[in-house]
């Protein structure tokens, strides 16, 4: 058996192979080939495969895989019965999976079964999204740097934001598209009752508004409101009663000493604001239009300002992952879908490899947990 130690040691190398074969087998494209595609659909689907055995039946008792050793002790009273399925808990759906899976499987096919939707979910959007270049959109998105510790730790909010990711792909298309995208919406609420801000968030920025000048001057509010009354906001926003555990998260000094850095994250800042600039760029620098790209920008960005009102919570790391978990299809979509460049190619491949490289350096570092 694999050391449960191992695990991200090997994701971060393997993803990094990923990137470096991809760059070097894509040198000098111009943007038409860029935007041909190399579809690759059976390389992605076997790669999410192999990604999914291995870390969905990962040793999950051995302490390694953060929150998994919480759900694995909940799993466990389901299967001896002495808990049962309440309808009235809040995030029934993720429960209800888990108590009709214990009197019948082994927790590790339960975890399975997790990462399935996640890893499923994520190449689902990739092919909807980037259907020429799915393979490319499939590095981008696993190879963020909170990609992995939601595979692991945060499962549930991970499996929410995936089913999220999916109904992006879907809320601007035809009638049927839209109710397909209320029901995933309706889902991943159920599972993370957090998805509601995305969600919201992109029914603002898909119907009401598309203004990437408003949302990105209320991005920049939301820091001189952190700077300034950032106590006050964490105040109120515990006041609204999303749930218990939500609150704990919010307003709770207990669990400082597990994070590495707690505060006023600047390098996170910007890291989050890198997905803008490049935005700006695109859409007024080099005028280039595109109605999923703008909803999509536009729910990162306002996903992302709600996290910085917040950004000294211990836990506010749970918080900026409801925008960071559509970071690496915000900086894949533009690439690989819109003409940008003649040499889109080396745009491309400088882009991955700093998205990857960041992902490195944190690994390195320590800093993300």
Known sequence: MIPGSLYQPIYIHIMAILTIL?????????????????????????????????????????????????YLRTYELFQYRLIEYDPETSDWLFSLLMSKCAPIMDASYFFLIIEVGYIGCTLWACK??????????????????????????????????????????????SKKEKIIAAILCLCAYNIHHSTALPIL???????????????????????LLSLTVSTQIE?????????????????????????????????????????????????????????????????YILSNSFWIMIIRASFSNRFAYLSWFMYGILLAYPLLKLPIWRDQGKKVNLIMAANMGFTYLTWILGIHK
């Open 128 to 173: 909807r999204l980037m259907q020429n270049n799915i393979w490319a959109a499939l590095i981008f998105a696993m190879s963020i740097f909170s990609f992995y510790s939601y595979s692991i730790n945060g499962i549930r909010n991970g499996l929410g934001c995936a089913v999220v990711l999916v109904a992006l792909s879907y809320i601007l298309g």
């Open 201 to 223: 968030m992109m029914v603002i920025s898909a119907f009401y508004v598309k203004n990437l000048k408003l949302t990105t001057a209320w991005w920049f509010v939301s820091i």
């Open 22 to 70: 991809y760059i070097l087998n894509h040198q000098n494209e111009n943007y038409l080939t860029v935007l041909r595609g190399h579809n690759n659909y059976r390389t992605s689907l076997f790669f999410c495969i192999i990604y999914t055995l291995f870390y969905g039946l990962r040793p999950v008792a051995t302490g390694w895989f953060g929150d998994t050793v919480n």
């Open 235 to 299: 105040n109120f926003f515990a006041l609204l009663g999303f749930d218990d555990r939500l609150n704990t998260y919010i307003t709770s000094t207990d669990y400082d000493e597990e994070f590495s850095s707690v505060g006023f994250r600047w390098d996170f800042l910007l890291y989050s604001v890198m997905p803008i600039i490049l935005g700006w760029y695109i859409v007024f620098k080099k005028k280039v239009a595109d109605q999923t790209y703008l909803m999509l920008l536009n729910t």
